[in-house]
């Protein structure tokens, strides 16, 4: 099951075949959880933020689910990115 | 080479196995892309959000990169969730 979902993910990756090729096994993407660690006992993992309470001009949130200081980024897409061809990055909050 | 590091990443996901089971095929964990399609042609997609600009109380962010409305929340990680057995969801900015 985890392979065959597996596969799935692996050929919603890649580029759509030519017409005329002949057709792939499974058409289904994108079946793979994105969040291998944070918070696996909870449910659905929301962050909230109140905006008045940032304390710093900028504050970088994770969007990879890779950071050891979720939600805030701790710059861990960048070693994602590097070792998956991932393009993923934070959201930047900034006071003005 | 796509099956092989996925078959990793489930197994990442997957529980431990009981003692005395067989040993599975690979150990290592996380070698996929989270983003299957957005903004693909940029090399780390950031966006930023002005807080003082925010015009509702509450807005959601997507986290799951699943988002047509992305880099806002259109509830996508609820399907992604349901499908995967993951528990991603949405980064709340509250103006107060």
Redesign the interface.
Known sequence: M??L???A??????HRRPAGSSPRRMVV????????DI??T???????????D?AKPLTA??????SATF?LCDGS?VK??K??????????????
């Open positions: 985890a392979a979902s597996c596969n993910y692996a050929l919603g990756l890649s993407v994108r079946a793979e959880a994105i969040n291998p918070r696996k909870e449910e659905k993992v929301v962050d909230s933020v109140v905006v008045t940032l949130y994770c969007r990879c689910w890779r939600p897409h994602h990115n070792a998956t061809g991932d393009n993923v990055g934070p959201l930047l909050l900034k006071k003005q």
